[in-house]
């Protein structure tokens, strides 16, 4: 179902895409709503969905499939049908995920120099990584926990507020994070050994997990910060370190197979087992976290990626 202009979710998300690719240096403007953005001859069109189906995804397909240039469809929820749909005409989706990663790139300014998944579709793409870098190392581990440093500063988050809750009150709090690194290795999908490593954190209020591979950079100046207690223990915390490891390391594989004159496709999966993951080196670091309040809901961001974490709409009717 597209959203139409008299929604308050799509103003919020074209702002929120016009000034990604604005970021990009792109010249931005609306055509049959769809969202459009040239530069240097490049093209680039954005058609904006709350969710979508296979049907729309093959109607958008059509309408710009005349043109020349990277497509992309940004959706809060799409189905994995839709999705490989989609990837099988030639269109790039953008999930919530995606999105919230470029508009922290973009406010922070390290879309110019950082490697952001929109680069990737103007750019010749680069052979991918297996393995992130540990970054546990330079964090230390005696004492009192880290603070890290925040690059999201308080004029950033008020312009992001003001395009999406239009924001009035602002809070910096920083959030307790278990942080891991980990090795693992698994036979993946083409039959060969897979190593892997790189570094975990978990949210200690949350519970909740993330993969870093970005550089931390500890505050020295921490006196007068608001510092949360965790409400997760370090037991139950590698619980979750192992369950994040193994779902971020899980590939897929269709297979074909040919029974009593059917065709049957099954999904084989090839991830990690327990016994095959190292956890190394765990810390606690404080996690520098903006809460934004406003007239249409509040919203929380990660002070060191520019990521949105969460945001909560007011209901307007």
């Given at each position: 179902m597209r959203l139409y202009p008299d929604g308050a979710t799509l103003v919020s998300l074209k702002n929120i895409l016009t000034h990604i690719l604005q970021a990009h240096d792109f010249e931005v403007y609306e055509k049959d709503g769809v969202l459009r953005g040239e530069k240097d001859g490049a093209i680039v069109t954005v058609g904006l969905y709350d969710n979508?189906?296979?049907?729309?995804?093959?109607?958008?397909?059509?309408?710009?499939?005349?043109?020349?240039?990277?497509?992309?469809?940004?959706?809060?929820?799409?189905?994995?049908t839709a999705e490989e749909e989609a990837r099988a005409l030639g269109l790039t989706i953008w999930k919530r995920s995606d999105l919230e990663t470029e508009l922290g790139m973009a406010i922070t300014d390290q879309i110019r120099t950082g490697n952001t998944i929109f680069k990737g579709l103007l750019e010749q793409p680069q052979a991918p990584i297996e393995s992130h870098p540990l970054i546990i190392e330079n964090l230390g581990t005696e004492g009192q926990p880290n603070v890290l440093k925040t690059h999201l500063t308080l004029d950033d988050v008020k312009e992001i507020a003001k395009n999406t809750i239009q924001g009035f009150k602002y809070e910096l709090e920083f959030v307790p994070h278990y942080i891991f690194n980990y090795s693992c290795s698994y036979e993946g999908?083409?039959?060969?050994?897979?190593?892997?490593?790189?570094?975990?954190?978990?949210?200690?209020?949350?519970?909740?997990?993330?993969?870093?591979?970005?550089?931390?950079?500890?505050?020295?100046?921490?006196?007068?910060v608001i510092q949360l207690e965790p409400k997760i223990d370090q037991d139950n915390a590698e619980k979750i370190a192992f369950h994040a490891i193994i779902t971020l390391n899980t590939e897929y594989k269709e297979i074909i197979i040919e029974r009593d004159h059917a065709t049957i496709m099954e999904r084989a999966t090839y991830k990690p087992e327990m016994g095959a993951i190292v956890l190394e080196h765990q810390v606690i670091v404080m996690v520098p976290v903006w809460c934004a309040e406003g007239k249409h809901g509040v919203m929380i961001l990660d002070g060191i990626t520019g990521k949105v974490i969460s945001e909560d709409y007011y209901d307007s009717h």
């Open positions: 979508i189906t296979v049907k729309e995804i093959r109607a958008h397909a059509g309408y710009v499939s005349h043109e020349q240039g990277n497509h992309i469809i940004c959706v809060l929820e799409a189905n994995e999908k083409d039959g060969q050994t897979v190593q892997r490593s790189g570094t975990i954190s978990v949210n200690a209020l949350t519970g909740k997990f993330s993969e870093w591979v970005h550089q931390p950079e500890v505050d020295t100046e921490t006196e007068h």
